[in-house]
């Protein structure tokens, strides 16, 4: 069984500044992958940005970076230099080795102030 | 390279009837899972299919049904419509592979039941 918490149902954040939304994980999985996904108004989910558990280095996409910590398990998302588009609610997710499926949090609205 | 799509976007219902979701994922993509999303119960994971074959399946009752065709396109199926049924249906394409970190959804349909 997974299992994804995150512990801030809402954000806020000034234009330009970085902000780093929570996320840790539960899993029985000796290997596994963590996602972070953004979902505008519209709906969508966007991928963001993996981490898999063996990955040695802090993955990194553009402005998005994971700031992942085994020992604590622990997966935050941090976004530098935020911009008004990036208002959003934000999805942190497991995937364990049993086919493609995907557990998620329960997400961090995020609201970017001019 | 064209996306995830999912037909229709938005669909209107009555309680008792039944409704067929479309979703034809990323070319040489062959796992599609389904998602519901709700303000209650949040992201919920309905099955995967996987070269035609389910290969994992939610916590969903009978009424929730899938398949998958030899172009990888997968429906699902909802028959006797209840109220609770009313969500965003997303589905999601991947390579299927144990570690494939690619996972990309459509945008999603959205199901209203009167």
């Known amino acids: 069984a997974q299992k994804i918490t995150q512990t801030q149902p809402g954000m806020f954040v000034q234009e330009k500044e970085a902000v780093t939304l929570d996320c840790t994980y539960d899993?029985?999985?000796?290997?596994?992958?963590l996602f972070w996904y953004k979902q505008p108004s519209s709906g969508e989910m966007i991928f963001l940005i993996y981490?898999?558990?063996?990955?040695?280095q802090n993955a990194t996409e553009g402005r998005y970076s994971l700031n992942f910590q085994k020992a604590r398990k622990s997966a935050n998302l941090v976004i530098s230099a935020s911009q008004l588009g990036d208002s959003a609610m934000y999805f942190c997710?497991?995937?364990?080795?049993?086919?493609?499926?995907?557990?998620f949090g329960e997400g961090t609205q995020l609201t970017v102030n001019p | 390279k064209a996306g995830v799509t999912q037909t229709p976007r938005y669909l209107i219902k009555t309680r008792g009837q039944q409704v067929t979701l479309s979703c034809s994922p990323i070319?040489?993509?062959?796992?599609v899972s389904w998602y519901q999303q709700t303000p209650g119960q949040g992201l919920q994971f309905l099955f995967e299919?996987?070269?035609?074959?389910?290969?994992n399946k939610g916590n969903f009752p009978g009424r929730f049904s899938g398949r998958q065709f030899s172009n990888s396109r997968s429906e699902m199926n909802v028959s006797t419509l209840e109220l609770g049924d009313s969500a965003l249906y997303l589905c999601?394409?991947?390579?299927?592979?144990?570690?494939?970190?690619?996972?990309?959804f459509g945008p999603g349909t959205r199901l209203t039941v009167t």
């Open positions: 999601a394409s991947s390579l299927g592979a144990a570690r494939s970190y690619e996972q990309y």
């Open positions: 899993t029985s999985d000796p290997s596994y992958g």
């Open positions: 981490q898999g558990s063996y990955d040695q």
């Open positions: 997710a497991i995937k364990g080795t049993s086919g493609s499926r995907l557990t």
């Open positions: 070319s040489g993509h062959r796992s």
């Open positions: 299919y996987f070269s035609e074959t389910q290969r």
